[in-house]
């Protein structure tokens, strides 16, 4: 037997991926948009970040007022476990979190916010919420059904006939075989598992929940048979939403007695107790089947895709209309990003559930939030659901600061937000109209931006072609970025010929020069065919 190497063990496999790549490298320090590597000489080389913690650093890396501010909670002994008491500090959050949205939404809430850690987890608590609501509405629903069977076996011992459809459904019998028929039929509908939506390109975590609902198959499909598998519908196609949600709707069936001998048909399930003869007849009750739909306004590691204003517009009419409720992920694209707070409120967007993460802890702390709008938020959530470090004091009032420096000045952050992503975007496109046959697409907002190289599957290159098809022509071409320009860009996983650049809202001109530089190189060695350059260090 061979011997098990003990060289490596966190994450060995994935070292050993890096190296193949050249992405190797070890970071020593931060500070704005610069990560300092370790020189081979043990001294610190510069590498402008526009990684920046997949958009975890709107603020950049170690904000002084931030990290100062780390340090004095730190120096204050503030208590970081403090569990079941009271968090004035979260609510300090919430609140602002409320005001912010009601600016940029014009919904004035309150939504409920429950916090957590990371992206995933708050997705997943997001959802979760969701379907406690879908649930208890569906056993209310079930319970109403019960209530207007047992009005009807009264209506019919005071005389009520049943209707011809309900005769229909008895199969010839009685009451009895009408009560048991209407049970049979909803026991089966109601044991259905609940729906839930997302779009394909959408990225929402990898935990063993919010992974189903992550598009890309290559790190979903194994883990299929532990949730709830989701339905994935074509981002930017309001008519496939539609018809999906027409395919899953369900009824229940219930029990109306009319003295009119009138069916009514309807939904509404109030019938007049008090009746007596009249007849008893079967009605269909919407069953609430849909948990959610859960989206972002710009699909981020799906290879930065900014959904559009009229796409949305139908997404929000046809949810509103089948009841389902819009979770907006804004893990990426919220805390300003975008040039606004969310990059949803820039487009008409208003969710049930908002999901932020990333640069709430404001680049230093694991915080995330999830906030679901009054009027769906179901109090005993709060009892059903935990996490020993979410809402902890710390990671609260880093959100709190981060919130505050977005906000200082009337939103000055966002207005740099936007002008910076613009200039980036402006450049970029230069670069684009300069090298159409490498590049095939620069798109974004603010400071989320892509940069789609074309595929060299077809290359005169050996090395392109190879690395191309084993899908790590972006990865390679990042290794050169690293080597060759001292820049830090990584391709998005689920689209990985689109570099994603997501620097912070400090980036200097010097900096946006020195990455439209770097691109232009890179740009012109695959203009080259040039493999070998690509890959040497
Ligand atoms: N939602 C979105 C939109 C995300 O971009 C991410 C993570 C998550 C949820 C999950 O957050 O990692 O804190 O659990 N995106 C990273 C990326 C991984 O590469 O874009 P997490």
Do not use: W
């Not at 500090?89 to 429950?114: C, K, M, Q, S, W």
Request: negative net charge; glycine residues 10%.
């Amino acid at each position: 037997m061979d011997p098990v190497d003990t060289t490596g063990l966190a994450e060995p496999f994935l070292r050993t991926q890096l190296e193949s790549l050249g992405l190797a490298v070890e970071y020593v320090r931060a500070e704005g948009d610069t990560l300092y590597r370790r020189g081979d000489d043990g001294g610190e080389l510069p590498v402008l970040d526009l990684v920046g913690g997949f958009g975890a650093t709107i603020l950049g890396h170690h904000h002084p007022e931030v990290t100062a501010l780390a340090k004095e909670l730190l120096a204050a002994q503030v208590p970081v476990h403090a569990q079941f008491s009271l968090h004035p500090y979260a609510e300090a959050v919430a609140r602002r979190l409320n005001d912010i949205l009601h600016r940029e939404t014009g919904d004035p809430g309150p939504y409920r916010a429950v916090f957590a850690n990371s992206g995933a987890e708050a997705v997943e608590a997001a959802v979760k919420h969701a379907e406690l609501d879908r649930g208890s509405k569906a056993a209310a629903l079930r319970a109403r059904i019960d209530e207007s069977v047992a009005r009807a076996r009264r209506a019919v011992r005071d005389g009520a006939r049943l209707s011809e459809t309900a005769r229909r459904l008895a199969e010839g019998g009685d009451f009895e075989a009408l009560a048991a028929a209407v049970g049979d039929a909803n026991r089966a509908r109601a044991e259905e598992p609940p729906v839930l939506l997302a779009l394909t390109g959408g990225f929402h975590g990898k935990l063993v929940g919010s992974v189903q609902l992550t598009h890309n198959p290559v790190v979903r499909e194994p883990f299929r048979a532990l949730a709830t598998p989701c339905r994935f519908v074509p981002a930017g196609d309001p008519e496939a939403l539609a018809a999906v949600i027409a395919e899953e709707r369900r009824t229940l069936l219930g029990l109306s007695v009319s003295d009119l001998g009138v069916s009514s048909g309807t939904d509404s399930g109030g019938t007049d107790p008090s009746v007596s003869g009249g007849v008893v007849d079967v009605v269909e009750h919407r069953l609430p089947r849909l948990c959610a739909l859960v989206l972002e306004p710009v699909q981020g590691e799906g290879g930065v895709r900014p959904l559009t204003a009229g796409y949305l517009r139908e997404v929000q009419r046809i949810c509103a209309e089948a009841d389902c409720p819009i979770v907006v992920d804004e893990v990426q694209s919220g805390m300003g990003r975008t040039g606004t707070f969310l990059a949803g409120s820039a487009v008409g967007l208003r969710g049930d559930y908002y999901v932020l993460a990333k640069s709430l802890g404001g680049g230093l702390a694991k915080a995330a939030v999830m906030l679901v709008h009054h009027s769906r938020h179901r109090p005993e959530f709060e009892l059903l659901h935990s996490s020993t470090y979410a809402k902890d004091a710390f990671s609260t009032l880093i959100a709190a600061r981060t919130l505050d420096l977005l906000e200082a000045d009337g939103g000055a952050l966002y207005r740099r937000a936007a002008e910076r992503g613009e200039r980036i975007l402006t450049r970029l496109a230069g670069v684009r109209d300069d090298f159409k046959d490498v590049v095939v697409d620069v798109r974004g907002r603010g400071l989320m931006i892509g940069l789609e190289l074309r595929d060299q599957a077809d290359s005169s290159s050996p090395v392109l072609r190879e690395l191309s098809r084993a899908d790590v022509l972006g990865y390679a071409a990042a290794g050169y970025l690293l080597h060759a320009h001292a820049l830090r860009v990584f391709p998005t996983a689920s689209a990985t010929t689109t570099l994603r650049i997501e620097p912070s809202v400090r980036i200097t001109d010097a900096q946006i020069d020195q990455a439209e530089t770097g691109l232009r190189a890179l740009c012109e060695l695959l203009r080259a065919q040039d493999g070998e350059r690509l890959l040497s260090r």
